[in-house]
């Protein structure tokens, strides 16, 4: 039985608020406290970005940007869940949303939001597919995909985070065998090529500037899941 993409759009509305408040909060550079706004405003912003406890809406994604995302991954996720994986897929697709948006706020995929992600999947990957040929598929691409970003981190601009959160994304890719898996390291390294270029085009950054690869990283385990779904 499949969730369907009405109920990843709603699911992704309400998980937004929560999502941009986790965004302002951990969107910091490495080593300076998580951002705090004021005691009423830790659990949810506005979709204009503003702090319902005092109003202050200066840090943060653009307006209504959060809630757009997280609702086109909803829709994404939704279309491909079964009623199996639909606690995998939310938790990832949350996950993910947020990763998105702080690693390209301040180029980090913080330990606090990559480790519990891995952790997380994990525990829910047996209620997607319990078979054991396939939980080992999904524990190989995992550590094969851990391994070559790790291995790239060494000699590209890739990041450890960008390392750290590639297991969890090779676990789900796993499900749908080694073609997703490979499916998902192309899109990653496409998609991260091609928004390098527009950049660059468009004189949004150059040629020695680091690029958040999060982002395309996350865009392409998505695609290579629809595509394989």
């Known amino acids: 039985m499949m969730i369907g993409p009405w109920a990843g759009a709603l699911t992704g509305l309400a998980a937004a608020p929560v999502l941009r408040a986790a965004a302002v909060r951990y969107a910091v550079p490495y080593g300076e406290p998580l951002r705090r706004c004021c005691p009423a405003g830790r659990v949810g912003r506005w979709p204009t970005?503003?702090?319902?406890?005092?109003?202050?809406?200066?840090?943060?994604?653009?307006?209504?940007?959060?809630?757009?995302?997280?609702?086109?991954?909803?829709?994404?996720?939704?279309?491909?869940?079964?009623?199996?994986?639909?606690?995998?897929?939310?938790?990832?697709?949350?996950?993910?949303?947020?990763l998105g948006f702080v690693d390209a706020a301040v180029l980090r995929l913080p330990d606090a939001l990559t480790l519990p992600l891995a952790a997380g999947t994990a525990v829910l990957l047996p209620f997607a597919d319990h078979r054991p040929a396939v939980l080992l598929r999904c524990l190989l691409a995992a550590a094969a995909l851990g391994l070559l970003y790790g291995g790239l981190a060494l000699v590209v601009p890739?990041?450890?985070?960008?390392?750290?959160?590639?297991?969890?994304?090779?676990?789900?890719?796993?499900?749908?065998?080694?073609?997703?898996?490979?499916?998902?390291?192309?899109?990653?390294?496409?998609?991260?090529?091609?928004?390098?270029?527009?950049?660059l085009l468009t004189r949004r950054a150059g040629r020695g500037d680091a690029l958040p690869f999060g982002p395309p990283l996350l865009a392409g385990a998505l695609l290579a899941v629809l595509a394989a779904a």
Request: proline residues 4%; glycine residues 24%; charged residues 10%.
């Open 49 to 98: 970005g503003r702090c319902p406890g005092c109003g202050d809406a200066s840090a943060g994604p653009r307006p209504g940007a959060v809630e757009a995302v997280a609702v086109l991954v909803g829709v994404a996720l939704g279309a491909a869940a079964g009623a199996g994986s639909a606690a995998l897929f939310c938790w990832v697709g949350a996950f993910g949303v947020l």
């Open 158 to 199: 890739i990041g450890l985070g960008d390392a750290k959160l590639a297991p969890s994304l090779g676990a789900v890719l796993g499900l749908y065998g080694w073609r997703a898996v490979g499916g998902g390291v192309f899109c990653a390294f496409l998609l991260g090529g091609v928004w390098g270029a527009l950049l």
